[in-house]
């Protein structure tokens, strides 16, 4: 089957449920008016299908490749990222003043997922790009804009991000990478990263490393680092690609999935670098573009999510078996199900986006807390619903769906990187109930009253679903200020339960209003999630509060299977 952009359902969710219609109202994103949007809309998901689509089993197929220390990338990727950087679409929302369009997050968001979802190897690729165009906004020196960013939004250039080593992966601090100042303004940066996506590319005509090293008189831990543009090909007096500089794909990872993808070990020998922001603020420069990224992610969980039950529902449609199985009623509650949670994790996303759109156009506090609070959880329930659903589509297959040849299994292994990329799925639950609760819960207790008010409201209209919501909410608020008054590390042992319940309250409540437009439809796949899915939030929460003791409690050589007699 082919994929087919879900154009309107983004279309839906973008006028009906989330804040997006309030950023015409502003100076800054005057221009997102709903005719733009539309036609924007439109031709991303026409390129997405017709261009990008049709690589996605190519990628899987026949991988990046490496051949005398130059990389090989799958066949038809450099006609594919040429459609994504003559259309514009790297520069969808970066500043005008270097070539950008300067259009929301949420929209540049909504195109990301069906890139995601036609290819995610190659969209890969554009994703660093935009996350690295967002740090050197924020933190570059107005030369290194003037130099970079041109070429960064033309798609000319693509951007890397190198955080992890070998000795090194969350624990950042851990780095040994170094950077020797030179003396003229630039530094020599020498170490080994590993996990490095598209380290490398034949694509474009240079790749620009952002990458963390310390500096002689940089601190131990994270306060130390500093963070370095290092490009593949030193720019001339003219600024275009000149001699190449000292760094070297070492090697390529073989990965379970995102085969089209480079994913680079990477070595720096005396590589000349120049810093980005100040000395000793890399972490405060790449969390910027870390967090771009982290809701990149979550919407990459959401594309292939989106891709996976289109084929799932296509063969269930095809496939007979005393009849075609979507009339079997376990098929149809898969199906279902899944189709719920994609609209309920798509919500989530372009919720998160619209609302730092906001932020950013307003200067709102309120709008930019809420936006802070809700990035771990689009990433990490976006991704979850990826795998759940990437996962259900093999099992829709039956035994088919164990066979390379149907595809169906390259979904599954492609998106089962995207809990783990940008901070584990636990790391961001983590994030969630401590950095994002630090304000007292004031962040979380505003979008609890937000939704506890909406679900009365709602009640007239739709009395039960409105109910179930309510309580959900009450139960969540109540169990929101149990974490709060409890100990860090027995919030750390509930965060990701906690998290899981948190989402599914977001989805029912963003599913709620779905249904309050009144179409039949809506209702129906609302009523599916709010009786079949939403109540999983007890459990879960019953759970984020047990607290870390019975952790503690079994010992490693039970943890391994070893008990007494």
């Known amino acids: 089957m082919s994929y087919r952009a879900p154009v309107d359902q983004i279309a839906f969710i973008l006028k009906n449920i989330v804040p997006f219609p309030r950023l015409a109202d502003t100076e800054l994103f005057a221009e997102a008016t709903p005719e733009t949007v539309d036609a924007i809309l439109s031709e991303a998901g026409k390129m997405a299908e017709n261009e990008i689509a049709p690589l996605n089993r190519n990628g899987d197929l026949t991988p990046a490749r490496l051949e005398n220390g130059k990389l090989r990338s799958s066949p038809g990727f450099d006609a594919g990222f040429r459609a994504i950087a003559e259309g514009g679409w790297i520069s969808l929302a970066s500043d005008p003043e270097y070539g950008g369009m300067g259009l929301p997050q949420a929209l540049n968001m909504a195109v990301a997922e069906m890139l995601a979802g036609a290819c995610l190897s190659l969209q890969l690729n554009p994703l660093l ?5 967002d740090a050197l906004q924020h933190h570059a020196s107005d030369e290194m804009k003037a130099l970079y960013l041109p070429k960064l939004n033309s798609g000319e250039w693509s951007g890397t991000m190198n955080l992890t080593e070998p000795g090194a992966g969350s624990d950042v601090g851990a780095l040994t990478t170094k950077a020797e100042p030179n003396g003229d303004g630039t530094y020599s940066i020498t170490g080994q990263k590993i996990f490095i996506t598209w380290g490398d590319s034949d694509v474009t005509e240079n790749v620009c490393h952002a990458v963390l090293a310390r500096l002689p008189d940089g601190a131990k831990g994270t306060k130390g680092i500093s963070l370095f543009m290092v490009p593949k090909f030193i720019p001339d007096a003219d600024g275009n690609p000149g001699v190449a500089n000292s760094l070297k794909v070492v090697s390529l990872e073989h990965k379970m999935g995102i085969h089209g993808s480079p994913t680079c070990v990477m ?15 890399g ?6 573009m870390m ?10 969980g959401v594309g292939v999510a989106e891709a996976a039950l289109q084929q799932a529902v296509a063969y269930a449609t095809e496939r007979n078996q005393f009849g075609p199985i979507i009339r079997h009623a376990d098929v149809r509650r898969m199906l279902a199900t899944a189709r719920a949670e994609v609209f309920a994790a798509r919500a989530i996303c372009l919720a998160t986006a619209a609302t730092a759109d906001l932020a950013r156009a ?3 506090e309120g709008c930019a807390a809420r936006a802070a609070f809700l990035t771990p959880i689009a990433k990490a329930h976006g991704t979850d619903v990826g795998c759940r659903v990437a996962d259900m589509n093999v099992q829709v297959h039956g035994g088919m769906g164990f066979i390379e040849e149907t595809g169906a299994a390259q979904y599954l292994r492609d998106v089962r990187i995207t809990p783990i990329y940008e901070g584990t799925n636990g790391i961001q639950a983590m994030d969630l109930v401590g950095r994002k609760m630090s304000d007292g819960g004031e962040a979380a207790t505003r979008l609890l009253d937000e939704m506890m008010d909406a679900a009365k409201a709602a009640q007239a209209q739709l009395p039960d679903l409105a109910s179930d919501v309510w309580q959900a909410v009450e139960t969540l608020r109540e169990a ?7 100990d860090l590390q ?16 977001l989805g029912a409540w963003f599913h709620l209003r779905a249904a309050q437009t009144g179409d039949e439809g809506r209702i129906t796949l609302a009523r599916i999630y709010i009786t079949r899915i939403l109540p999983r939030y007890a459990a879960d929460l019953t759970e984020a509060q047990v607290g870390l003791a019975d952790l503690n409690a079994i010992s490693d050589d039970q943890l391994a299977g070893v008990f007494g007699a």
């Open 480 to 486: 929101t200020q149990a974490m709060l008054d409890a």
């Open 291 to 300: 967090n771009a990224a982290r809701l990149g992610v979550g919407v990459q």
């Open 129 to 133: 790009t935009q996350g690295q165009i």
């Open 362 to 364: 307003t200067g709102d």
């Open 283 to 288: 972490m405060a420069a790449m969390f910027t």
């Open 490 to 505: 027995d919030r750390f042992a509930g965060a990701v339960p906690y998290l899981d319940a948190f989402a599914r309250v």
């Open 267 to 281: 070595s720096y020998e005396g590589a000349t670098g120049w810093l980005i922001g100040r000395e000793h603020g």
